[in-house]
């Protein structure tokens, strides 16, 4: 049987993006299917991914280049390379995510990409502002997705409703029909079927995640939790957070704020998240992608059984908010703590539980079936 052979294209390591290895997992069990996927190496002591029937080629990590003219020499050694194993393995179908991806994919379909398919996956939503603020290598190969990849690809999504609303906004000339959405979901054995941890004292909140004090309201919340006393417990994994923020979390020094430096392996956040009651979700409205993010712990934190707060500042969860039900979605003014009102919003005992239901696995068959016929 001879395999069609499928090409994911994306910069940065695969490893810091669970939507894309869980994609890889559905793909990698397709017996008709050979995948390759063309990435850098993760720098960040994450677990190294690894799929049956599939091959990854990694180039160099550009996160702890010493100087400009290092971060350049990877970027070229990324494109380069890229480009040449994608002409080698001679792929019928390419997946590529965001602009940083885009320059390999580029020249490909320029030269060979006469009855091949393209499809391109943002995870975050990128507008004009961004990209004049962002690196200039970026920015051209933004100039290349604009002229000639988003025209040729077969489809193009956003992770949600109204981040696809935008990016149509954003290029008229792309059909409605060619923009899709594919949520960033957890995979099926995560959902637990009886409700989380009971509410009792104290209570347990976590956060999960990239973290910086300029970006969210780290520190607002942990000055609320030092006021109170032993009601509150709170815990924080992230392994991707600036040197300000690392250093303001250990100068607390206070058992009632846990920070966890190495942050926790994909596969055991539902044993670790099923010892809490409460899941954050800290952001700042700082961009417009922020603004309308579900991110992937809200789903996260839901099918494991957890309460979710999130910032006042963020639109993207409020479609999910709850009312008389549990696990519930809670909005916070996360600037106004002392006026937050811990009592009525831990209590279930007038809801009624109604778990969520959120799986991958259905998702990327569908957006799979997309990229194949």
């Known amino acids: 049987m001879v395999k069609k052979k499928v090409a994911f294209v994306h910069y940065l390591p695969i490893e810091y993006y669970p939507p894309v290895t869980n994609f890889i997992h559905v793909v990698s069990a397709k017996s008709n299917l050979h995948l390759q996927i063309f990435t850098t190496h993760n720098a960040k002591n994450r677990n190294i991914f690894v799929t049956r029937n599939s091959k990854i080629c990694r180039t160099f990590s550009t996160a702890y280049a010493p100087n400009n003219w290092v971060r350049l020499l990877g970027y070229f050694l990324f494109n380069a390379l890229t480009f040449l194993r994608l002409c080698w393995f ?22 060979f990409g006469k009855n091949k398919k393209l499809w391109m996956h943002a995870h975050e939503y990128f507008n004009a502002e961004r990209y004049n603020a962002g690196m200039k290598t970026v920015k051209f190969y933004h100039t290349l997705e604009v002229n000639y990849l988003y025209r040729k690809a077969t489809g193009l999504s956003q992770t949600n409703d109204k981040r696809a609303e935008l990016f149509l906004s954003d290029y008229p000339f792309i059909p409605k029909d060619k923009v899709h959405v594919v949520p960033n979901y957890p995979p099926l054995n995560w959902f637990k079927h009886d409700p989380g941890l009971k509410i009792q004292s104290p209570l347990k909140v976590v956060y999960m995640g990239s973290l910086s004090i300029k970006n969210t309201f780290i520190t607002e919340f942990c000055e609320w939790v ?22 303001y979390l250990e100068s607390l020094a206070s058992s009632q704020v846990r920070f966890f430096e190495k942050g926790v392996e994909y596969e055991k956040i539902p044993e670790i998240l099923s010892q809490y009651n409460v899941g954050l979700i800290l952001y700042k409205n700082f961009n417009v992608n922020f603004q309308y993010n579900e991110t992937n712990k809200l789903f996260e934190y839901l099918v494991c059984g957890l309460d979710v707060w999130y910032s006042s500042e963020m639109e ?56 194949l016929n």
């Open 226 to 247: 030092l006021t109170q006393k032993e009601k509150v417990v709170f815990d924080i994994y992230a392994y991707n957070i600036e040197k300000e923020t690392r250093n």
């Open 316 to 371: 993207g969860p409020d479609r999910h908010k709850t009312k008389n039900t549990y696990p519930k979605v809670v909005k916070t003014d996360f600037s106004t703590m002392n006026l937050f009102d811990l009592k009525t919003v831990i209590n279930h005992e007038d809801c009624s539980y109604r778990p969520f239901h959120f799986e991958c696995e259905s998702v990327y068959e569908e957006l799979l079936s997309k990229l």
């Open 90 to 111: 001679n792929p019928s179908v390419v997946l590529y995510y965001e602009s940083y991806s885009a320059l390999p994919v580029y020249w490909y379909f320029k030269l």
